[in-house]
């Protein structure tokens, strides 16, 4: 063999051999790939989440957020194919107004809501819409542009299907990260407004990165390198600023007597203190005013202790503000309380803040008292205690994540969890303005064989509420019902048979069950009060 013929390296040579290394510029690429898919995703939840806070429906708002969402994408995909020229240039200007538009969008939005009229709900959605469109259209036009920068600029290392597998790859990798992080660590911790201008950053540190790497094939840089820093300076000052946004729009929507704001993973909670009195928030969305709260929560527990007679086991699910424990605990028979609020922040701050603690009577620290911080549907599934007394003090059913727990399926749940002679109440809705809604309810109760006794109250801060008495056990005549206790504002033995009259206004209506496989309830709740809201 001639000396100067090379030979074939061994296997153990050829295993050793250095691996080929990546490019610089190609890694930055995919990273960006990754950061471009975790900002589009984020801006997609964000909008979805601020729809739902402001307008109401999860369920709808994410579905029609979404679906909007990845149609502008379509477009802006389709729009790409006439980008043709100067390519980096292109990216590098798209991911600065990606990051200007999608970091400032919650800003929008919550200064839109801020300040629009009430009922101006048209105006805010074309805003959001809007927004969503043009970001949506954005997001479609990077991932084709950075398969082709790749391509151009890395053609021997690729073959097409490889270059669409690594890129797709990374871009759901990217997708994932968020959707993981996103309800886990943003929301709680950096809140909507400071998360949205977080990852606008990100896009705007990818145009820098991109700046950077192909510096030398990019005309103007300086123009770019300006534009880079004024994008940065806009997004960094919105970030410092971001309390102040915040604060000032819900200022302008409570009225400016906010004493009280956070956000968990679950809600935005807000108390506001004036003149008038405490009012609690949950999404935007009142849940009680101290002035008229005693008659609401007198009639939410009473009625179903009184019927019993002798409770000594009290369930409440839902109530986080300690207020209907509270009224419970006025029953010096009562041996136990068992508090399930979904949200653990709700039941600190109820517990702990002094103005708070003063409005329930420090009803959650009381020894008789037991909170669980659960969700009551999955709760009620793993225990088998046995309560004398239910009460169920839910936000109004919104959504379907608030509907399935006024559906056959939950009530079921809830009576294999009462005892033999007792009863449980709920909160419903106004039998004036949801009639339907209302007669909706007693039917789901009746649906799963308990007997039932609508009442309602009049509440000056919600109008006229109804609620349902439910049981196995036929509701004794008045004479016979257990007392009343002493210190109630509200509920007298006099005054107790009127509770259960309906005038013909709110007289019962046909109403099918609320079923988890249809909750028409939801859609019904939407359709009444969405026409007060005109």
Known sequence: MDSSTPLPASPAQASSSPAPRVPLAELALLVSVFVVAACGLLYELAAASLASYLLGDSVLQFSTIIGTYLFAMGIGSWLSRHVEQQLVAQFLRIELLVGLIGGFMPVALFLAHGSLPVGADGAFRVLLYGLVVVIGTLVGLEIPLVMRILKRHFQERYALKDLVSQVLTFDYLGALAVAVAFPLLLVPHLGLVRTGLFFGLLNAAVAVWALWLFRHQLRHVAAHAWACAAVLAALLAGLVGADRITTWSEDNFYGGDVVLREQTPWQRIVVTHGTAGVRLFLNGNLQFHSRDEYRYHEALAHPALRAHGAPRRVLVLGGGDGMAVREVLRHPGVEQVTLVELDPR????????????????????????????????????????????????????SNFSLGKLYTTTFYESVDQHLAAGGYLAVQTTSPLIARRSFWTVVQTLEAVGLQTWPYHVTVPSFGEWGFVLAGRRPLRQNDHLGPLPQGLRFLTAEGWPALFHFPPDMSRVPAEPNRLSNQSLVQSFEEEWGKVQQ
């Open 346 to 397: 709700m039941t600190t701050l109820f517990r702990d803040v002094p103005l708070l603690r003063q409005l329930n009577g420090d009803a959650l620290s009381n020894p008789r008292v037991r909170v669980v911080n659960a969700d009551a549907f999955a709760w009620l599934q793993t225990q088998r205690e046995v309560f004398d007394v239910v009460l169920i003090d839910f936000p109004d059913p």
